[in-house]
């Protein structure tokens, strides 16, 4: 993987987007629950701290390049723009005298988090930097110890020792807070400290911070109430697409009402114009025709003349109106394939989070149950009291939706790399690749793609095989 450093310094040099879209899509979880925190669980003063954060990666991004990792930077600055933003917000409010809150409809985390949420990061902050930096890769972006060590320039047994001299340091931090950590600390934190990002984020942060770093013609304030009409925009093109079409057809309709009477009148006419040229056709008849008869003769054939040319006027305007609706169709044909591939797309992610937070949950329940049971993991989901854990909602997901893997085998958390239990069935996504989810032994949930759903290949390669009992 490129680090941070090199793909910061490509940015600065070349204004690649691709290179800072990939630093973005890399720490835009960290960035945005670190704000969703500090901002009370408000998504959207979450989203401007995150916009905040990234636009100052862009404008410093020559300075920043020389750091080998940028999580402890982004971590801090997000810290700082929240405390910000939110005093801005809490201002603002006081003046208007709003103090309403929008309810939430999420789950309510378990009483430990509940409890250690609102200081986890200002007791963070106490800690330095390289302390921090230690926790944030380890329980934040749950890497493991060896990649924490490379990002820290020391090896593994080094970076263990510093992750855990830094992990007593933020209990001491908490204690002074009043919180009194529990051994469960450091699992509580790999399970909550990290909210995945609204869907489409990413892409929104990367585009704005680069203009706000780049361009100067719009403030960050203006970007950022483009960012949030962009989806008003959106739905006004499909009903007006939609609205477009309903008036192309009623002005259809009235064109052919219109042909149909000017068909009708041009018959009359030619009716006319046929009897009084017979009459003047015939022998001596044009000497009897009086003048005012010879001069209507006359006049009704520049009126079949003109209304010939009217009558095929409103022929071809029918034809444009008719090619004009073809292609609104299309269009909206088009549209409402796009929508319904993002919202499938959207859905897939939804049900791919749920997921991973569940098998998260159910990995801590697991290490909970060992604890009590001489570190042996559960050979069977029923074995697992998930109301006494607190987790009564994942009984039915655990029993339904994944299978375990080499639980019977002793010792098996000295094997961290062995599989737990995965997905019991692979999940194909609206583009057609396929998806499952494992958990693994050390507490950590990875995610697995595959072309054909053929997931072999991939457990040899990323995954341990402990000797099973003889």
Do not use: C
């Not at 409010?93 to 709003?98: F, G, I, N, P, T």
């Not at 309403?100 to 509940?114: G, I, L, N, S």
């Not at 972006?141 to 990649?147: G, K, L, M, S, V």
């Not at 990875?446 to 072999?456: I, K, L, P, T, W």
């Amino acid at each position: 993987m490129t680090p941070d450093s090199e793909l910061l310094a490509t940015f600065a040099q070349t204004n690649s987007e691709d290179a800072f879209a990939e630093l973005v899509k890399r720490h835009v979880n960290l960035v945005y629950s670190a704000a969703l925190r500090q901002a009370g669980g408000d998504a959207h003063l979450a989203q401007d701290v995150a916009q905040t954060v990234f636009s100052d990666l862009a404008r410093k991004a020559g300075a920043l390049a020389r750091r080998e990792t940028l999580s402890g930077w982004l971590y801090t600055s997000a810290h700082f723009a929240a405390a910000k933003i939110v005093r801005a917000e809490t201002r603002r409010r006081d003046r208007e005298e709003k103090f309403m809150r929008e309810p939430t409809h999420e789950t309510a985390p378990e009483p430990d988090w509940e409890t250690l949420r609102p200081l986890l990061d200002s007791a963070m902050h106490d800690l330095k930097e390289a302390d921090r930096d230690a926790i944030l890769l380890r329980y934040f972006e749950n890497r493991q110890f060896a990649e924490v060590g490379t990002r820290l320039g020391l090896n593994e047994n080094a970076a263990r020792m510093r992750v855990d001299r830094a992990l007593e340091k933020l209990r001491a931090a908490l204690a002074r807070r009043g919180l009194t950590a529990t051994v469960t600390l450091a699992a509580t934190i790999s399970a909550h400290a990290i909210q995945v990002a609204p869907a489409g984020l990413t892409g929104t942060l990367t585009a704005t911070s680069i203009t706000a770093a780049g361009t100067g013609t719009f403030t960050l304030l203006k970007i950022m109430t483009l960012t949030k009409i962009k989806l008003a925009i959106g739905s006004l093109v499909v009903a007006g697409t939609a609205t477009a079409l309903v008036l192309q057809h009623q002005a259809q309709s009235q064109l052919r009402t219109d042909n149909v009477a000017l068909t009708q009148q041009l018959a009359q006419l030619k009716s006319d114009n046929d009897t009084l040229s017979n009459r003047l056709a015939s022998p001596g008849d044009s000497q009897k025709l009086p003048d005012g008869q010879l001069a209507e003769l006359l006049k009704l054939r520049g009126e079949v003349g003109t209304l010939r040319q009217q009558v095929s006027q409103y022929k071809k305007a029918s034809e444009e109106q008719a090619q004009n609706e073809q292609r609104l169709g299309q269009q909206l044909s088009t549209i409402k394939a796009e929508t319904d591939l993002a919202r499938a797309k959207a859905q897939f992610k939804v049900n791919e989070l749920r997921t991973i937070n569940n098998m998260k949950q159910i990995g801590l329940a697991f290490r909970i149950f060992a604890g009590d049971h001489a570190d042996q993991p559960p050979t069977n989901i029923d074995q697992v009291d998930f109301g006494y854990y607190g987790q009564t909602n994942l009984l039915l997901f655990a029993q339904n939706e994944i299978e375990l893997l080499n639980t019977t085998v002793p010792n098996l958390y000295n094997y961290p790399n062995a599989i737990e239990m995965r997905e019991r069935t692979p999940r194909q996504d609206p583009d057609g690749r396929w998806k499952r989810t494992y958990g693994l032994a050390n507490g950590s949930v990875q995610e697995a793609a595959s072309a054909d759903g053929n997931f072999e290949e991939w457990e040899k390669r990323n995954t341990q095989t402990p000797p099973q009992n003889p």
